[in-house]
């Protein structure tokens, strides 16, 4: 599953059966995981976020995510949010990866992960610009431990250019 696919979907609490909110964000860890999701903010400009850790989610798939209850939903302040999926502070999307001896594969337009596997992510998704990416498509990067995302790139052994792969595009890829 991608988490691009996941943005704007409808949180619900299956106790009472209603929509707490949707999906703003993803909250990240440097050791390739997902630790919950942000909601959707009520105030514009507010300081503070509605969280949901992931251990909280029963339940998640293509249509919604389901959370036993609204005592989930805690409150963060936005700037303690280290690492985000697409529009915090520091945001995974976007950010260029560079091998270690200093060829750059392109940028990063998705982060995949495996429901099966819970919230460890297991491949980027990277794009190298718009004619690339509609002559070749977009490539696909398995995730290994020895990944490190820095402050401005993620960078990769090596090697990595030749794991490259082309894109999966279904929703529960």
């Given at each position: 599953m991608k988490l691009q696919e996941m943005l704007g979907l409808p949180v619900f609490d299956i106790e009472?059966?209603?929509?707490?909110?949707?999906?703003h964000d993803f909250m990240l860890?440097?050791?390739w995981?997902?630790?919950g999701i942000e909601l959707e903010r009520k105030v514009l400009y507010s300081k503070m976020s509605n969280t949901i850790s992931w251990e909280d989610i029963i339940a998640y798939g293509e249509d919604a995510i389901m959370i036993r209850n609204?005592?989930?939903v805690r409150k963060m302040k936005a700037v303690d949010i280290?690492?985000?999926?697409?529009?915090?502070?520091?945001?995974?999307?976007?950010?260029?990866v560079i091998t270690e001896d200093g060829l750059m594969l392109g940028r990063?337009?998705?982060v995949y992960f495996d429901q099966k596997m819970g919230n460890t992510i297991i491949g980027l998704e990277i794009s190298d610009?718009?004619?690339t990416d509609i002559?070749?498509?977009?490539k696909w990067l398995p995730c290994t431990s020895n990944m490190i995302i820095g402050e401005s790139s993620v960078l990769v052994p090596s090697m990595s250019e030749g794991c490259l792969d082309n894109a999966i595009h279904s929703v529960n890829g």
């Open positions: 009472q059966g209603k929509k707490i909110g949707k999906i860890g440097n050791n995981t997902i630790l609204q005592l989930a280290q690492l985000s999926y697409a529009l915090g502070k520091k945001k995974l999307c976007d950010l260029p990063i337009s998705d610009g718009f004619v002559i070749e498509g977009r």
